[in-house]
């Protein structure tokens, strides 16, 4: 299932007690429209406030119930679903297919604007507010050049437990657009562990508007626990766009290699 949703309205992806989240509508809505369905595994568990235009998530469904209803399913969904989450495409998965295990790569935009007068209205949903004026080509050079690669990114996660904090930054960019002047930062990578790319935009606007030297981003990483003095950007600004997947031959030996820990190379 390709799936998109405005976050504002909902505590994150993940089904949590009392609280309204991604998972428990899509779930409700599972249970309706194909019952004996499982609970969907996603490909990046988005937080609080997190928007997705491009979510991928896949979930094993009795044959009989996805072929009754296979052709009217999209918009079956559209239904039963509340307007700020709609699954936009879905279709049968090979059977090495896994939503997590199997991406490449996970695609992510920050838009945030430092302009007086704030955010459009029209799309405020959408794009974060900073105070202060923001040096984008500082931003865009030296801070996040130095990000990018295969690191640990422990100063940059909250760490939970068992899980590594070993990522490849494949993209950081930063520029400012000519049509309003919001800033929006595209960030690339393997997988990104919880709060990643958030604290890295914290890391990359501490640097823009002055408050910390260009290197220092960078020199974050030979920390192995959390640094706290970097802040995690507001959740409004930040979109997950879409995740790549192998080929169908491929995803069988991509699902291995994602699940083996890995370790930062030696410097």
């Known amino acids: 299932?390709?799936?998109?949703?405005?976050g504002t309205g909902f505590?994150?992806?993940?089904?949590?007690?009392?609280?309204?989240?991604?998972?428990?509508?899509?779930?409700?809505?599972?249970g309706k429209l194909l019952p004996g369905a499982e609970r969907p595994v996603v490909a990046g568990r988005t937080d609080a406030g997190v928007h997705a235009s491009g979510q991928?998530?896949?979930?094993?469904?009795?044959?009989?119930?996805?072929?009754?209803?296979?052709?009217?399913?999209?918009?079956?969904?559209?239904g039963v679903l509340p307007p700020d989450v709609?699954?936009?495409?879905?279709?049968?998965?090979?059977?090495?297919?896994?939503?997590?295990?199997?991406?490449?790569?996970?695609?992510?935009?920050?838009?945030?604007?430092?302009?007086?007068w704030g955010a459009d209205p029209l799309h405020r949903h959408g794009?974060?507010?900073?105070?202060?004026?923001?040096?984008?080509?500082l931003m865009a050079a030296e801070a996040a050049a130095g990000l990018l690669g295969l690191h640990d990114f422990a100063a940059y996660c909250r760490r939970r437990e068992g899980a590594t904090t070993v990522r490849e930054l494949q993209r950081l960019e930063v520029v400012r657009t000519t049509q309003d002047g919001t800033i929006e930062i595209a960030a690339?990578?393997?997988?990104?562990?919880?709060?990643?790319?958030?604290?890295?935009?914290?890391a990359l606007l501490a640097v823009g508007?002055?408050?910390h030297e260009a290197p220092w981003p960078g020199s974050l990483l030979t920390r192995r626990e959390r640094a706290g003095a970097v802040v995690v950007a507001p959740a409004a600004g930040l979109t997950l766009l879409c995740v790549d997947y192998p080929d169908d031959a491929e995803l069988a030996a991509r699902a291995i290699l994602?699940?083996?820990?890995r370790e930062a190379p030696q410097t």
């Open 56 to 78: 991928v998530a896949h979930v094993d469904v009795p044959v009989p119930a996805y072929e009754a209803r296979a052709q009217k399913l999209v918009r079956r969904f559209a």
């Open 209 to 211: 508007d002055g408050r």
């Open 11 to 30: 505590s994150g992806w993940a089904v949590q007690p009392g609280l309204r989240t991604v998972a428990g509508e899509l779930i409700e809505a599972l």
């Open 1 to 6: 299932m390709d799936i998109s949703y405005d």
């Open 258 to 261: 994602t699940r083996r820990v």
């Open 188 to 202: 690339s990578a393997d997988a990104f562990c919880h709060s990643m790319v958030r604290s890295l935009v914290g």
């Open 86 to 116: 709609r699954v936009r495409a879905v279709r049968v998965a090979p059977a090495d297919f896994d939503a997590r295990f199997s991406a490449l790569r996970r695609h992510y935009r920050y838009r945030i604007t430092d302009a007086d």
């Open 127 to 137: 794009i974060a507010r900073w105070p202060r004026a923001l040096d984008v080509p």
